[in-house]
């Protein structure tokens, strides 16, 4: 599942088309060591090509900025709008989304000529763009950003199934994790506020901001290292069904679960794959690429539980607490649901909060993966919870 799309706000670090230029340019940084051959795969349904990824989030500003405001423009190619659109049903039919790796033309070549195209016609009609228009492109680069992510976990998966292990970004480290050893941080209760009040850019399933009553609690000062995961394995977590809720052991003994996705076990060490290929699995890491199942089923055998995402918030007002964001999405025990008094963005861009607040589990903090800027502790990510693709790990919660 995508993240949400539809916002408020307008983002203003840096001027526009200097931002605009930048969040363009990163996306082509982050497939400059793929082939043509690798952008074109889909490894399965809830993953897209890179190739897709490029021209989906052009085709964003197409038909929402360049289709609206710009009376004289023509399209690239009309076909592009059937093959690019990914949910939204009131712009019209779509490719379906697990036979996006079928698409073999147009041509990765073609996709860069289709971004060139948008981009100068785009920084061409940036001055002279109403502030309705600005707003859509503000949301736009915060678009392209998720989908930046998004391309980092997809080509993970895909690079994950060649036995070869090929790094998609060669060079790459993860963030280094705080070497203090774990303890619980002590929070207070009582009403605490939930959701973004501010003036700056955010997506609208952060809003409105709301109170919520929360008891005391007590929280992780780290999130969970893969040695804690190593004991877990150890200690038959994997076979234990009495630590697991019903679907998420039916679902790990489907899919024969027993250790996170991209774990390998080889000469009687464990290795982790990433996207500078495969290591050595670091023990004192933050263990990522678990579904909400299984660090539900770890929270109860290490005696905790996970945290709801208003107590994830509260926790930024005590110290002590470290990798609150960027090393990976942390699991909350919060459905992912409308806050009271929500209301969806008008037009297009309104459809996928809305209809998506169902059946899927909201992460907070975002990850390694994540853009830098591109997060904030109102930002409210989701996926169904059998989802392991993405960089996602938990910290642990303690009643007190």
């Known amino acids: 599942m995508e993240p949400a799309e539809p916002a408020r706000g307008q983002h203003r670090e840096a001027p526009l088309a200097q931002r605009f230029q930048a969040v363009r340019g990163h996306t082509e940084a982050l497939v400059a060591a793929l082939s043509d051959e690798d952008q074109c795969v889909q490894s399965m349904p809830d993953a897209s090509p890179a190739k897709w990824h490029r021209a989906h989030t052009t085709w964003f500003f197409e038909q929402f900025v360049l289709g609206t405001f710009d009376p004289g423009y023509t399209p690239f190619d009309p076909a592009f709008g059937f093959l690019f659109n990914s949910y939204y049903e009131a712009v019209g039919a779509r490719h379906p989304r697990p036979k996006r790796g079928l698409l073999t033309r147009p041509a990765v070549a073609a996709v860069g000529r289709y971004r060139t195209h948008v981009d100068a016609v785009m920084l061409r009609l940036l001055p002279a763009l109403p502030g309705a228009a600005l707003a859509l492109v503000e949301l736009g680069l915060q678009h392209e950003q998720q989908h930046q992510e998004l391309l ?189 008094g929500y209301r969806p963005a008008p037009g297009a861009v309104g459809e996928y909060n809305g209809k998506f607040m169902i059946n899927q589990m909201v992460l907070r903090g975002g990850s390694m993966a994540t853009p830098a800027g591109h997060t904030r502790p109102t930002y409210r990510n989701f996926f169904h919870p059998d989802k392991r693709w993405q960089f996602s790990g938990l910290r642990l919660a303690r009643d007190l």
């Not at 790094?167 to 939930?194: I, S």
């Not at 804690?228 to 489907?254: H, K, N, P």
């Not at 050595?280 to 290490?302: C, G, I, K, N, T």
């Open 152 to 340: 980092v976990t997809d080509m993970l998966h895909l690079f994950a199934q060649n036995p070869l292990a090929p790094a998609m970004l060669p060079g790459w480290r993860p963030p280094t994790g705080t070497p203090a050893a774990t303890r619980f941080v002590d929070c207070p209760g009582g009403v605490v506020r939930l959701g973004y009040a501010g003036r700056g850019f955010c997506f609208d399933n952060e809003t409105p901001a709301h109170d919520v009553v929360i008891n005391d609690f007590r929280i992780a000062s780290r999130l969970v290292r893969n040695a804690e995961w190593l004991a877990f394995i150890a200690d038959g977590g994997y076979r234990t069904a009495t630590l697991w809720m019903s679907d998420g052991w039916s679902v790990a003994q489907q899919e024969s679960w027993r250790a996170p996705l991209h774990w390998r076990a080889h000469d009687d060490a464990w290795w982790q794959f990433g996207p500078d290929g495969l290591r050595p699995l670091d023990p004192d890491a933050p263990v990522r690429h678990v579904s909400w199942y299984e660090a539900d089923a770890f929270a109860r055998w290490a005696g905790g539980r996970l945290p709801t995402e208003a107590e994830w918030e509260a926790m930024h007002a005590v110290s002590g607490v470290h990798e609150r964001v960027g090393h990976v999405w942390q699991w909350t025990a919060s459905a992912y649901a409308p806050y009271p």
